[in-house]
């Protein structure tokens, strides 16, 4: 009997003194960090030409990481002018290009080649000095056809719009 | 007996169980007018400005000095600190406008990125134009009254809603560059960024 009453004592103190390191919920790291492609994601607003001059202007444009968080870039276009969302592989420089990307708005493919962006390299519409992004398109089924696209950053200043 | 009070012991929560206050923040009045014009001679009299805190009269420390013999604008900061440490501060614009007879008249049309701004003179050294950010015709479209301080400067005190949409602006680095070029940026509480904004007069 008294055997049993120590074993029991001797478990709950065993109990107690295991539950007491149990420690106080800390919230953990809180910095977070920024994107493998934060430099070069973005809004934009981009103008396009060919060589006969410009066939689309100021149109909304879209640059961001992919889920694989690596050298990839996504360029989406929002469906504006030519509809192609394509990942592109980028360098450190800020340059990027690809051939034949597979384009997640239709069956056309697309080759980006002299991509870059550039700090502080353009004027926006209402006359910031903002990042420029630029870049030549070839679309599948336009071959031999190259569209220059060249573009600011969004700044969110309506005159900029 | 010491385990069992150990787990008794609970976790530091950020409850504010009895510690919440109120604290009255201190509200602050100028005496006089928040924008002095002067001529250069003239005198600037201190005349300070108010603050209390739930009731209580509180000091106000005075920053800043006006030097009347140099034409520029100067800020005299007014401050004060309620009890529990929080401070509050309003400012004080005053204009030091040069005394000789102004040698560039800037009224007239201004154009920027083809947009027109209309300059009309309202004195010697005072001005009001129709278009301040130089931007398209529209109700973001920014009126302002501003001053030439010594035929090199330009400064426009904040203005509250001085466009129809209700953007209040202010400019605090003008330059006249000659009587047909001049620039600024404009400070605007919404819709304009800090651009220079150059202007080259058309007539």
Redo the contacts between chains.
């Keep these: 009997m008294k055997k049993i009453k120590q074993f029991i004592t001797g478990t709950i ?1 065993t109990v ?2 295991l ?2 390191f149990i420690g ?2 800390e919230v953990g790291e809180t910095t977070t960090g920024g994107t493998s492609a934060k430099n070069l994601a973005g809004e934009w607003f981009i103008d396009a030409s060919d060589a006969s001059g410009k066939v689309s202007e100021h149109e909304l444009f879209s640059t961001y990481n992919t889920a694989a968080n690596n050298n990839t870039l996504w360029l989406d276009d929002q469906k504006s002018f030519k509809k192609f969302k394509i990942k592109v592989t980028f360098e450190k420089d800020g340059s990027f290009s690809t051939s034949s990307a597979s384009n997640e708005y239709g069956s056309v493919t697309v080759t980006i080649t002299n991509g870059k962006v550039e700090k502080e390299a353009a004027i ?1 519409q ?4 903002v990042d420029k992004i630029s870049f030549k398109v070839e679309f599948s089924n336009e071959p031999g056809v190259l569209y220059s696209y060249e573009g600011s950053r969004r ?1 969110g ?4 719009e | 007996m010491i ?2 009070g ?2 008794f012991t609970s ?2 929560t950020d409850s504010t169980d009895h510690v919440s206050q109120i604290t009255h923040y201190s509200n602050m009045s100028m005496n006089g007018d928040a924008l002095v014009v002067l001529t250069q001679g003239g005198t600037y009299t201190e005349i300070g400005a108010q603050a209390e805190s739930g009731g209580e009269k509180l000091d106000v420390k005075i920053d800043g000095m006006v030097n009347t013999s140099k034409p520029s604008v100067y800020k005299i900061k007014y401050s004060s600190i309620n009890r529990d440490g929080f401070p509050s501060y309003i400012t004080r614009t005053v204009i030091v406008l040069s005394e000789q007879p102004s040698s560039i008249d800037l009224s007239g049309t201004f154009t920027r ?1 083809g947009n027109n701004n209309i300059v009309t003179k309202l004195g010697d050294r005072i001005y009001k134009c129709d278009n301040a ?1 130089g ?1 398209v015709d529209g109700d ?1 479209k920014i009126t302002l009254e501003f001053y030439n301080i010594d035929d090199k400067q330009i400064y426009a005190p904040y203005q509250e809603k001085t466009s129809k949409s209700g953007i209040s602006a202010e400019s605090n680095n003008g330059i006249i560059t000659d009587p047909n070029h001049w620039q600024w940026s404009i400070i605007a509480s ?8 150059k202007f080259t007069r058309s007539n």
């Design positions: 103190a107690l003194i539950s007491s106080c919920d926006s209402g006359g910031h000095k700044t200043f309506s005159e900029d | 385990v069992s150990l787990l976790c530091e990125s950010t931007y973001d919404s819709a304009f960024g800090t651009a220079d904004r």
